[in-house]
């Protein structure tokens, strides 16, 4: 050793000290990170031992070929009984896999030696010790040194409950067990890093703190759980990593990890390591959201693309605007389309790559948080999107993670799925079900997500799901049943309702299977509550024929109420609706610019008003003509003042907040949503009027009158039946006001009911019915 390279006989403290290598080239993921150790060069060929400088160092015993090439190839098992330090007769062994270095010295206490080269990052040396002392390593590499803790002189970092609950599929809090977790352990800060991959026969740990050379950092096997792991000290928050991971043929593959909590911006797919420091502010929102059950409390939803709600805009930002723009229209709740991280903008998020980590488009993890913080500090309730249904066939990310099927179904038939390109998960293998429960689990607890609306749930429960004959093979007892995906629900939902008080599962099943929202121990799948597709497709029909037709199709609007308490709905107006051509809400309506406004109106007072809750997408709030595109989002310039009248798109989302406050503050409109006793038709039959009428009664019987003429004129002397013991009805809401863009056909006065039968009711109100307009009325008070 130099003169120059002689170090001062104290052993430095510091966690470590580096200085860069010049240029050394970027590598796949690069980013900004913690300073790297290694240079991304190729390997050198082996060179010969050269004497260590310090006295009692003596050669180690040699690795058998096989063991050097399993560690250096990446299919060792257990690196950490090939490296660091072990006791044996004659002292203790140390050796060091440290590519690329120049020199490897052992530092301690009174205790200073360099170690011999082996060749391909090789350095060991066996010193004459009685034990293994408190060491660190002090690397020399052409131009600098590094003083840095030994990775393989650390005990596992994951404890034997947490091995036990993965490998009985259990672990209800995965996340805290696999992953990259900053963390001390034995004293010293750093990560660990957990990956599942029990088909690899070696895993190693890469990132920009290694020029993304894998060599250095082989994990360990802790046995037949299939998780790997390795602590890494001084790997602390910002850094990127991935798993190189060498398949059961030795062929290697770059994977993401399946458990990050943060991920690079899209196009980039490396992980992150991360820890949260958010302090919630929500406390008195947590405490008293499960006060009352979803089913039976106030229940409107403004779903929404985050991306394209305000495009361009972060999570804090958005936390600047949405909250204000919702309480503004009164919805009790949002629904965000998918945020898991997912590659392509374009798939909206249903193609999911980060099972665990928010989208990093708009800001990091915390930044989510204070977006959730800010809506529940507004008194609104956010519901997310969640994607159990497939993934995508990125080879960077959980397709075939580990060589072989993993995430997927063994079975090519039961693993492709037939519409998306996607893959299925197999729901029958217990750790790929714990990484889906916990993982709904996570979002709630992690992130405060009051509910989880689930995607694509047909296409879980059936096996012929989009497959002909000769595509899919029968349960074991001869059914279309995928039991497994059933069994999955069940526990996801009992699970998450068992852990967080207050979260509402809602499902998107688009068939008649039968008890979605019925409790688990009675059968049901235990959803909170349904999207009532048919409803939606058959209220559609209807309103987008011309009015002079529709008494073809007026069951269409009526058909709902067969069925209606048979599960706990919402009526859903989604994205799905107004997309790829079918356009949006408002162009579906026939007729001129006026009809299409005015029928969009009726179309929702008579969807505020029906048993179900309701869930409208942004900009059909206001009534945008155009159709949804993500790279753009709503028509925001159409509430321009300047160019929309009070009556025309800004009418519309004066319409939709005034629905929305009307509802809350009516009980008979949400108490009773999911019993019959709180419903009766009024008039279900005036097909040739094009003419609804219905009532719904709250707890204490107190009822609201629901009137809609899809017709585009005036029907005066419209007599209605009403129960008898209330003398005085008023009119509380009239979408055809003339505010709301309306004719202004109205009743300005309460109305008396008069002593004349009408649809096997006693006493009848004598109405006046705008033109495509639905109207609310409710007694102003008993006799």
């Known amino acids: 050793m130099s003169a120059a390279r002689q170090p001062s006989p104290t052993v430095r403290d510091e966690a470590a000290v580096t200085a860069t290598d010049p240029d050394p080239g970027p590598g796949p993921d690069s980013g900004p990170g913690p300073a790297p150790e290694t240079q991304a060069k190729k390997p050198r060929p082996p060179r010969a031992r050269r004497a260590a400088p310090a006295r009692g160092v003596r050669p180690a015993p040699e690795l058998g070929a096989e063991e050097r090439a399993r560690l250096l190839e990446g299919r060792h098992h257990d690196p950490h009984a090939v490296l660091g330090a072990h006791t044996r007769r004659g002292g203790v062994v140390f050796r060091m896999l440290r590519p690329y270095a120049k ?23 066996l010193l004459p010790l009685t034990g293994v002392p408190d060491y660190r390593l002090l690397v020399t590499y052409d131009s600098d040194e590094v003083e840095v803790h030994d990775p393989y002189r650390f005990l596992p970092a994951l404890g034997e409950l947490d091995l036990h609950l993965i490998g009985e599929g259990r672990h209800e809090e995965l996340w805290t067990a696999l992953g990259a977790q900053p963390m001390e352990h034995q004293g010293v800060a750093g990560t660990r890093f957990t990956v599942w991959a029990p088909n690899a026969q070696g895993v190693r740990v890469t990132g920009d703190f290694t020029y993304w050379d894998p060599v250095a950092h082989p994990m360990r096997s802790l046995g037949s759980t299939g998780v790997w792991e390795l602590f890494l000290p001084g790997i602390g928050e910002g ?5 190189d991971i060498t398949r059961p043929d030795g062929s290697h593959t770059v994977r993401a990890d399946p458990m990050a909590r943060h991920t690079e911006v899209p196009p980039a797919t490396a992980s992150v390591v991360t820890a949260s420091r958010y302090v919630w502010r929500d406390e008195e929102w947590m405490a008293a959201r499960g006060t009352v059950p979803p089913h039976q409390a106030p229940f409107s939803v403004y779903e929404l693309h985050l991306a394209s709600w305000r495009p361009g805009l972060s999570y804090r930002q958005l936390a600047e605007h949405l909250p204000a723009y919702v309480t503004e229209l009164g919805f009790t709740h949002v629904e965000l389309m998918p945020v898991a991280e997912h590659p392509f903008g374009g798939s909206w998020g249903y193609q999911v790559t980060g099972f665990y980590a928010p989208t990093s488009r708009m800001g990091g993890p915390d930044d989510f948080r204070f977006l959730v913080d800010a809506l529940h500090r507004a008194g609104i309730g956010v519901i997310v999107d969640w994607v159990p249904a497939h993934f995508p066939r990125d080879d960077w990310a959980l397709a075939e993670f580990d060589g072989r099927p993993l995430y997927e179904h063994h079975d090519p038939q039961r693993a492709a799925h037939p519409d998306w390109g996607t893959l299925e998960f197999d729901y029958g293998r217990r750790e790929v079900r714990n990484f889906l429960v916990a993982n709904a689990v996570f979002w709630c607890q992690e992130f405060h997500i009051d509910g989880l609306r689930v995607d694509a749930v047909a296409s879980m429960l059936y096996l012929d799901y989009s497959r002909g004959e000769g595509e899919w093979t029968p349960n074991e007892h001869g059914g279309r049943e995928n039991l497994d995906a059933v069994a999955f629900l069940q526990e996801m939902n009992a699970t998450v309702y068992r852990r967080c008080p207050g979260v509402v599962t809602i499902a998107e099943e688009s068939t008649a299977w039968p008890g979605v929202t019925q409790p688990t121990d009675g059968g049901g799948l235990g959803f909170g509550l349904k999207w009532n597709m048919g409803w939606m497709h058959d ?7 011309d009015s002079v037709h529709r008494k073809y199709h007026h069951h269409d609007m009526t058909f709902g109420m067969i069925y209606a308490f048979s599960e706990n709905y919402v009526l859903p107006i989604s994205h799905d609706e107004v997309v790829h051509g079918k356009g949006s809400l408002v162009s579906k309506m026939p007729g001129d610019w006026w009809q299409q406004r005015a029928a969009h109106r009726a179309y929702l007072g008579f969807m505020w008003a029906h048993p179900g809750k309701q869930l409208l997408f942004m900009g059909q709030e206001f009534a945008q003509g155009s159709e949804w595109i993500e790279s753009q989002g709503p028509d925001w310039w159409l509430l321009d003042s300047s160019y929309s009248a009070a009556g025309d798109h800004l009418g519309v989302r004066s319409l939709v907040g005034d629905l929305n406050h009307t509802y809350r503050a009516a009980p008979a409109l949400w108490e009773r949503d999911t019993v019959p006793e ?3 038709w009024v008039e279900a039959d005036a097909a040739e009027d094009n003419v609804f009428a219905f009532l719904r009664f709250a707890g204490d019987g107190s009822p609201l009158l629901c009137v809609s003429n899809f017709s585009p004129v005036v029907r005066h002397g419209y007599r209605l039946g ?20 309306g004719s202004g056909v109205h009743h300005a006065r309460p109305l008396r009911p008069e002593p004349v039968p009408a649809q096997g009711r006693a006493a009848s109100l004598r109405l ?10 409710r007694p102003t008070a008993r006799s």
């Open 103 to 125: 020199a490897v010295t052992i530092l301690a206490k009174g205790l200073r030696a360099e170690l011999f080269d082996e060749g391909d990052g090789l350095f060991s040396g």
């Open 239 to 243: 850094a990127l990593y991935k798993y």
């Open 539 to 545: 209220t559609l029909r209807y309103v987008s024929k």
């Open 678 to 680: 709180g419903f009766a």
């Open 722 to 741: 009403v129960p008898q013991e209330f003398p005085l009805w008023q009119e509380v809401l009239n979408t055809d006001r003339e505010a709301y863009g």
């Open 768 to 777: 006046t019915l705008p033109p495509l307009a639905t109207l609310w009325l």
